[in-house]
């Protein structure tokens, strides 16, 4: 540095602004922020500096006579200086904002920092088809996925109605062989009763040619059990209302084993079957046969009014025991007789 008396020169105050200082060239910068608040690393020293410099010289020169300046080359000092300064990178929070290109431009040749660069397009170009690839494919795999639950869903239910349908031709099948097994059972009993009937009718039939009824033409005024002043006590026989002197048959070829008076019945004739059965012939006016076996039909006495009673017809009572008569009238259908 020169001194400044030697000038001659009056003493000036130096105050260094932007204009009056060469820019500072240095090969470090510092990636400007969005806002504005950082600017090129070598610019900041260079400032700073300058500002040192200035304040030095004038705390210094208060009191003294005024001197003449020479400046010296900012320029190389801000390098030297910079030089000794640590990389802007290894600074807490600043080296992410700090290009690691030391040259000051991209691949293309712009300046600027990791924000303003292009040389990342074509990696974050990449980055961004990487990234809609693996979105097209999540996509595609929760797509298939559905897919895949809904046909799972929709056999799942196919099945279901499967056996559901299989369950219901299952349950119509067996109501179906019941109703086929009742309505077979029902004709087979049905056939079953016809044909015993038919037998019935055959037996009967057959019956009607050895039993005959006792009287031709007749009404019946008494039947079994009913009650009355003119019995000692209920009716045990069956009347059949005639004309006095009609014939009275034999209904069953069997053996007359009594023939007579017999108190209140008058006179009596009584056959007995070959099976024990005794039937009684009451109220006759007269009789044909007393003894002797008879057949189904022969004449074996007359319709009276003899013993106690009101008016001619014939009394006739079916005993299977002497002591236990029993209902003539279905004795008599029993053996194909209609009365």
């Given at each position: 540095m020169s001194d400044p008396g030697a000038a001659g020169g009056p003493w000036e105050e130096w105050n260094p602004t932007e204009e009056s200082v060469r820019p500072v060239r240095g090969r470090h910068r510092v990636a400007k922020q969005r806002g504005g608040g950082l600017a090129r690393s070598s610019t900041v020293l260079g400032v700073g500096v300058i500002a040192a410099v200035g304040a030095g010289g004038m705390a210094s020169a208060q009191g003294k006579p005024q001197v003449s300046?020479?400046?010296?080359?900012?320029?190389?000092?801000?390098?030297?200086?910079?030089?000794?300064?640590?990389?802007?990178?290894?600074?807490?929070g600043i080296g992410g904002l700090v290009s690691h290109d030391s040259s000051g431009t991209g691949a293309d040749g712009a300046q600027g920092g990791p924000f303003t660069r292009a040389g990342g397009g074509e990696s974050a170009q990449g980055g961004g088809e990487a990234l809609r690839a693996r979105i097209l494919e999540q996509a595609e795999q929760a797509q298939s996925s559905a897919d895949q639950e809904a046909r799972e869903t929709a056999e799942q239910a196919a099945v279901q109605q499967a056996e559901a349908d299989a369950a219901e031709r299952q349950k119509h099948a067996e109501s179906a062989k019941k109703k086929a097994a009742a309505e077979a059972k029902a004709k087979a009993e049905e056939e079953a009763r016809k044909k015993a009937a038919a037998a019935r009718a055959a037996e009967l039939a057959e019956l009607a040619k050895s039993y005959?009824?006792?009287?031709?033409?007749?009404?019946?005024?008494?039947?079994?059990?009913?009650?009355?002043?003119?019995?000692?006590?209920?009716?045990?026989?069956?009347?059949?209302?005639?004309?006095?002197?009609?014939?009275?048959?034999?209904?069953?070829?069997?053996?007359?084993?009594?023939?007579?008076?017999?108190?209140?019945?008058?006179?009596?004739?009584?056959?007995?079957?070959?099976?024990?059965?005794?039937?009684?012939?009451?109220?006759?006016?007269?009789?044909?046969?007393?003894?002797?076996?008879?057949?189904?039909?022969?004449?074996?006495g007359r319709v009276g009014a003899t013993g106690n009673v009101t008016g001619p017809h014939l009394h006739l009572e079916?005993?299977?025991?002497?002591?236990?008569?029993?209902?003539?009238?279905?004795?008599?259908?029993?053996?194909?007789?209609?009365?």
């Open positions: 300046i020479s400046m010296p080359d900012l320029g190389s000092m801000a390098e030297h200086v910079s030089e000794k300064l640590p990389a802007a990178e290894s600074l807490p005959t009824l006792p009287v031709s033409s007749f009404t019946i005024t008494a039947t079994f059990g009913q009650g009355g002043d003119r019995w000692a006590a209920d009716h045990t026989g069956l009347d059949f209302a005639a004309p006095t002197g009609t014939p009275a048959k034999a209904v069953h070829g069997g053996t007359i084993t009594q023939a007579g008076w017999a108190g209140s019945y008058g006179y009596r004739i009584v056959v007995t079957l070959d099976d024990g059965t005794e039937l009684w012939y009451c109220h006759l006016s007269s009789m044909v046969k007393t003894s002797g076996k008879v057949n189904a039909g022969d004449v074996i079916v005993r299977p025991s002497p002591d236990t008569p029993v209902d003539p009238m279905p004795w008599l259908r029993d053996h194909g007789l209609k009365v």
